[in-house]
């Protein structure tokens, strides 16, 4: 079984920066693919970002230029570097990795 643990969630300002961080441990072979999706109360969840073992990235349109994704791999571990937050970045962060595998998710809240 692979467990997810993630941290770094909290409370910011607009225009504020957080860092999420996401550590992945039990029966791992592969970094494969990790990343991070968000859901807002009443919202889908949807994809945030991604990073694969090769380094290749993938970012939702809505974070591209504000948000930067990088993984450790002989760790196990993404980061999610956050900046310029916006109220509508509000949600509540899951990490996941190719299994896929879920963290317990984590609340980032932006205040106005």
């Known amino acids: 079984q692979v467990q997810l643990v993630e941290s770094g969630g909290g409370l910011v300002q607009t225009g504020g920066s957080l860092r999420l961080s996401c550590a992945a441990s039990?029966?791992?072979?592969?970094?494969?693919?990790m990343g991070w999706y968000r859901q807002a109360p009443g919202k889908q969840r949807e994809l945030v970002a991604t990073?694969?073992?090769?380094?290749?990235?993938n970012y939702a349109d809505s974070v591209k230029g504000r948000f930067t994704i990088s993984g450790d791999y002989a760790k196990y571990t993404v980061y999610l570097q956050m900046n310029s937050l916006k109220p509508e970045d509000t949600a509540v962060y899951y990490c996941?990795?190719?299994?896929?595998?879920w963290g317990q998710g984590t609340q980032v809240t932006v205040s106005e």
């Open positions: 039990g029966s791992i072979s592969r970094f494969n693919v």
């Open positions: 990073v694969t073992s090769t380094g290749n990235t």
């Open positions: 996941f990795k190719t299994g896929p595998y």
